[in-house]
């Protein structure tokens, strides 16, 4: 049996020899009158073979693979440890075939090691149709582009719906960049932007309601403190005829427009900062001081409720 395995040994060992000293690869295949492929030197061929067979490279432990001493550039075998699979010495250390992402799905990953990207500071570019979608910076920075067409980022339905929600950029002529808060927003504040793209929360003005005109009926020179105002925009005082004085409203809420208007016959003094009413309530009439903003008989003052400073401010006088 070893005198048979010596002759098949030196048999082929022969017509290795032999074709060495000429242009022609050698063929090894149950074809006796094929030649090997003009382009290779090494030609196994197993298409007549009733029985298929593979090349089996070298199997080593990754220690072994590492001991082998200068490697050839190309020089290929089968490490059976560690991360099993087909490695090549690339002329300078010796790399995974098919360590790359599979089309299909990939299993096993380390993400220290395996990963999507780039190992040095070049971008990372997607593309579509041979064009440039989305670019990954080395410093980080998201790129949507698109040669055709606005860019839209979409976030689709649940459940695999067909509409979705999407941010668009417009033609600009510079940018523009948002810079959110560094902290969640109380019940009812929304993003407010300081011109700038600082973005920051913010309590909303509110809009005033709309309400049916309150009618006030006041005496003949009385001191009107904290008139309960409630909803009303439009306060109608009636009934003095010689003067009478307002000094504060109740139901002051921050840039709520407040229009009084007297139809009685005796003057409407509107009093500044009177103690008359409550802190929260009383009015400015940016005259200071005691001053007194005074409609002569019938007329009507504008006011607008100040929630910082927590003051009515007069802002107009129709006399």
Known sequence: MRTRALRISMSIFSVVVACSACAQGVYIGADNGSSANASAILDLDVSAMTEKKGVLLPRVSEAEKLEIASPATGLMV???DVQPGFYYYDGT???????GWGLSG????????????TSDASDM????????????????T????SETSSNELRFYEPSGGANYTAFRSPALSSDVVYTLPDTQGNVGEVLTNDGSGNLSWTVPIETPAVTAV?????????SNDDIDIGTATFIHMSGSNSNFDVTGFQGGSNGKILIVYNTGNGHMRIRNEDSGSAAENRIWTLQGGSGVLQTTAQGAVTFVYDGQVQRWIAVGIND
Do not use: H
Request: no cysteine; charged share 20%; glycine share 10%.
């Open 125 to 140: 570019v997607l593309r579509t149709n041979a064009m440039e979608r989305l670019r990954l910076d080395a410093d980080g």
């Open 214 to 222: 309150q009618s006030v009926i006041v005496p003949n020179g009385s």
């Open 142 to 145: 998201i790129r949507y582009k």
């Open 106 to 117: 990939n299993a096993g990953i380390d993400a220290a090691l395996q990963y999507l990207g």
């Open 93 to 99: 250390t010796w790399t995974s075939i098919g360590s």
């Open 78 to 80: 089968f490490q059976n």
